[in-house]
């Protein structure tokens, strides 16, 4: 089965001007151009495009599925697997916040007492797979997966206290190190500070003794 630019637009529900450009950057190369100058486009590249397009509702940037795609070890099999896997966890997630929503409607409705523990759970969830889609691998090769765990049951019971504590260190962060980069610094009272705040901020979600200071500015 063979596609036009416009039947192919029409099937998968984006524009021509997409798949142009698609073509421009070597994304999706058309099969074939016609005498009259259309693109044509095969089975090959409809299936393809489809992986594009997994990839994209996942939010990947371009030039990241263009590496992936474009590697001697891309598996489609694999690719597939791990999107339905990533799907799954977000559904997960969308549960999770769902039943929040209701808990906390019924709650203020009084219908239901819901726990300050609770409130948190979702976002607690979201956090988790949000560093495992950023930095899984990288933390998995470094840290192993007991300290991952470990953390992640941490999180996981952290208090209301807690939740509050670090995302007031996280701003703080923030504005430490905007101080400390006006002032071009890293030996500065700011700069140092920022250091320790995320030293504090690190501490709420790894185990004690985990965190070591490699570095010492001087």
Request: proline share 2%; net charge neutral.
């Amino acid at each position: 089965m063979e596609y036009t630019i416009n039947k192919l637009a029409k099937l998968s529900g984006i524009s021509t001007r997409t798949l142009r450009y698609y073509d421009e950057i070597d994304l999706l190369v058309p099969d074939r151009v016609s005498s009259n100058d259309y693109r044509i486009y095969g089975q090959v590249q409809v299936n393809l495009l489809q992986q594009i397009l997994f990839y994209r509702q996942l939010g990947m940037p371009l030039n990241e599925i263009k590496s992936i795609i474009t590697s001697p070890d891309f598996d489609k099999i694999k690719a597939l697997e791990e999107h339905l896997t990533s799907l799954k966890e977000q559904l997960l997630q969308t549960k999770v916040l769902m039943k929040n929503i209701t808990d906390t409607i019924n709650a203020m409705k009084g219908d239901y007492i819901m726990s300050d523990e609770e409130k948190f759970k979702g976002f607690k969830k979201q956090l988790m797979n949000d560093n495992q889609t950023k930095y899984g691998d990288e933390l998995l090769k470094k840290y192993g997966e007991i300290t991952i765990n470990e953390s992640n049951q941490k999180l996981a019971g952290m208090t209301k206290e807690q939740w509050s504590e670090q995302e007031r260190l996280s701003q703080q962060i923030l504005d430490l190190l905007k101080i400390a980069m006006s002032k071009d610094d890293p030996t500065c009272t700011e700069a140092q500070d920022a250091c320790d705040a995320h030293r504090q901020w690190l501490s709420l979600f790894w185990k004690d003794g985990l965190y070591q200071r490699k570095y010492t500015l001087i």
